[in-house]
């Protein structure tokens, strides 16, 4: 039984803009490391000594990033089992089904480990522990969903509700729970069975398949017939456009995760996990940036990001986020950093495209 | 009877930092309308159908600015009467004194116009209408100074005290004030006989010598001795690097004028004036700026500054200034304008000489 990486890359972090951009959106952005998000996901899924065995990767992507991807796997020294392109934008519910109908034809065995590549993970082993759990519980017939541990009461995240044991650190699912306002994240919190919902599934492909025929049957035939129309000789495959344009944009949570009765979820983990979503996020993963920093006087508690060619002076300021990327300056209090896009917004009236 | 412009930029406008460095202070550096404040001074007092007649212009300066001076000079179509190269800054009682022992050497009669590069003036013919009023008190001995109707009760310029009546709109001096506490402002402003000291100064060259030789004779005597000891062949003359160090660092105001019985004043003058000392005072100047401007969205009162490759947005700011200048970024408050310099005292233990 083989555990095949999907790394899902396709997609525009625009609330980090000016450092994350269409042209180069955040996962390929080089951190304070050096290393871009996408980068530290493809090795974080590579071979290691650990007794976890993880076949190449499969990467999907938006058609307009396979420069990135070529390049950054090549940097990282990885050769993926396949590179599959998406023409547009379709979320999550198409990607998954894409991902499960394409390993179940090279494998009908196969397990599929779905990940993001614009997450944070500090602790890889932790992460990689935890995958291992969930391979025991996904290849009884379950997906599995990871469960970080809450470190506050966060909203912009979902939740997931444990219920009954079913291994080590495995549960079922009893709820999921997307974006709850304030109070209810402050319940969950005190109620201690709930931790946020990571964005990772590991489950067989054919159990994919067969939920999501039975929860969105049109998304799952639509990837399937796209898949039909699409030359697979090639290392990339460039899905077919007017058949996957036409599939329902709908996350893998709505389309199936809060219907099916096969959910379950490891974890909590802690493995320093962090979507980077936010610039309070990103600022978080820099505290221990360059000592050419800024220069801060009598400022207390900002997030400030500069390219290496420029440098930034507060003085007097507190709670601001500063950001200066490519011929960009963002300056805004970290509570506006959900609005990132009226920025964006303002750019595109503008005609600003080079910006974006 | 001639007068005299002489031009002094050699200091270096540290408050608006990034845009003013060590390299390029303000007085040279690009305005919205394209020309420096140096071009604009040096315009000022050149030729006009207005009746008034100037010299060609002496110009005060640093060495090291010697390239900027020449190179505006010629964009300007203005050649001078002479460059005065300063090794160090000494403050303006020294300026005063080589201006007024240079010009008596070449004309005994002459009157001189000594004026700081860096303000702004927005109604030149108004200033040049008050230089005409001044030449009539002036040339039977006074040092007359400009007096500029105040718009605020500003703590950070001199006042003067107008007293009995000279001239049209002339006044004998009857105090300075230097920077006066905020209640003091305010009672100046009340009072109604007060204006702000513009730091340009008509007199006859004979009479500063007089009145520093009777006030603060190590001055004159230091800048006496200095322009003895500098090759005068040439239009660029190089002050004599030991003997002007060692002149007393004092400013006109405290070496001579506040001591002096010879003060008159002119004005008030409306010439829309500003120092342009601060960033809050240079922002008011840019309220016409480029049309490609900043990205300003739920932000008031901001000053936004940018070169032409950078963007910058504000999201949910006020009371702001950003600066965005040649590699560097500056945000604080307005109510620290006062505080560059703590920037730059950073900037200078971090050896970051590059950015000053």
Sequence with gaps: MTIYPVIMCGGSGTRLWPVSTSRTPKQFVNMVSGESLFRQTVRRVAQADDGLSLADPVIISNARYLGLVEQQL??????PLAILLEPCARNTAAVAAVAAEFISRIDPDGLVLLLPADHFIGNPSAFR????????????GR???FGISPSGPETGFGYIKAGEAIGASAFIVDAFREKPDQATALSYLADGSYSWNAGIFLFPASLMQAELHAHAPDVMEGAAA?????????TVLHLNEMLFAQIRSISIDYAVMEHTQKAAVVGPISCAWSDVGTWPAFGELHLEAKETGPILIDSKNCIVHTDDNTLVAALGVE????????????????SRAQDVKL????????GRSDLL
Excluded: C, F, W, Y
Aim: glycine share 4%; no cysteine; proline share 2%.
């Design 74 to 79: 090549a940097d990282a020294g990885v050769t």
């Design 129 to 140: 522990k935890s995958v291992a759990d969930a391979v025991e519980v996904a290849q009884v």
């Design 143 to 145: 997906i599995v969903t």
């Design 343 to 350: 920025v964006i917004e303002a750019l595109k009236a503008r």
């Design 319 to 334: 709670d601001l986020v500063i950001a200066v990327h490519d011929g960009a300056v963002l300056v805004m209090p970290k």
């Design 226 to 234: 796209a898949l039909d129309a699409t030359d697979t000789n090639a």
